[in-house]
């Protein structure tokens, strides 16, 4: 799939007309239905006035190639953060309503409990020794105070992660940041509930962490990891339209700090065909 083209066919393209006057020709051309400006995105030339101008440096960063996938794959990592936060959000309510109804529930749980008992016989279910049943009791011991820590807790943490989704869904630096160390963090605990008991929900979410984890560290080169946060600048840098076109024009490419950097010149054509 190409999804420099699938995102401009949902947000349109991304035209911009540069001031220089060699890389203005570079990325123009005239036809019968008037001028038509290539796309900063997918690189097709469309016909109509361009959607900015101005110097070539001050250009809207639009992502594409692997930028633009990479940023598919945080937004798919933010969705899942905000659902966690509904998730803990609505845990801390129910919380706080199990405080509010705990002597009743308590009775109740006390007078059906027994009743339990025959049907978990039929299913070979020891009740006694049951995990969920010890966690019940549990709960029941916990003091009202104790739970609206419980439930304070569980709204902080929704909030980290609502934070964190945000910062990925908009590609922020720190958001990737965030997101690991948050993630990380819970990694050790995940490891010793493994050692525990093996399940196959705790497996697929201690991979799931572990690969966002690795991934983010890796691709977006995070904590100094294939060159830190320079070489990712440069590696955008290198895949915008116009830094290709200018360096196949001859001119040298502007570096993320804003100097000039020497280079072979590419051999991107300024009348390449529209995809």
Not at 32 to 50: I, M, S
Not at 86 to 94: I, K
Not at 212 to 222: D, G, H, I, P
Request: glycine fraction near 8%; hydrophobic fraction near 45%.
């Amino acid at each position: 799939m190409d999804w420099d083209l699938r995102t401009c066919a949902h947000r349109g393209h991304e035209t911009y007309a540069p001031t220089e006057p060699d890389l203005r020709e570079r990325v123009r051309v005239r036809t019968p239905a008037g001028e038509a400006w290539r796309c900063l995105r997918c690189a097709t030339f469309v016909v109509g006035p361009p959607r900015g101008e101005g110097p070539a440096d001050r250009a809207p960063e639009v992502p594409r190639g692997r930028a633009l996938r990479d940023r598919r794959i945080l937004r798919l990592i933010a969705v899942e953060r905000w659902l966690r936060t509904v998730g803990l959000l609505l845990l801390a309510v129910l919380v706080l309503v199990f405080r509010h109804r705990r002597t009743d529930l308590h009775r109740s749980f006390l007078e059906d409990f027994p009743l339990l008992r025959p049907f978990a016989r039929q299913i070979g279910w020891n009740i006694q020794d049951s995990h969920i049943v010890r966690w019940i009791d549990d709960a029941f011991s916990l003091t009202p105070t104790t739970l609206v820590w419980v439930s304070v807790g569980l709204v902080a943490y929704a909030a980290l992660q609502a934070v964190e989704g945000a910062g990925l869904w908009l590609a922020r630096r720190w958001g990737e940041y965030l997101s690991v160390v948050a993630t990380a963090v819970f990694l050790p605990l995940e490891m010793y509930e493994l050692t525990e008991r093996v399940t196959a929900l705790r497996v697929v979410l201690f991979l799931l962490n572990l690969a966002v984890v690795v991934w983010l560290v890796a691709s977006k080169r995070l904590f100094g990891v294939r060159g830190g946060a320079a070489a990712q600048q440069a590696l955008h840098r290198s895949e915008s339209l116009l830094t290709v076109e200018r360096a196949a024009a001859g001119g040298p490419p502007s570096d993320p700090a804003g100097g000039a950097t020497t280079s072979t010149p590419g051999s991107l054509s300024g009348t390449g065909a529209a995809r």
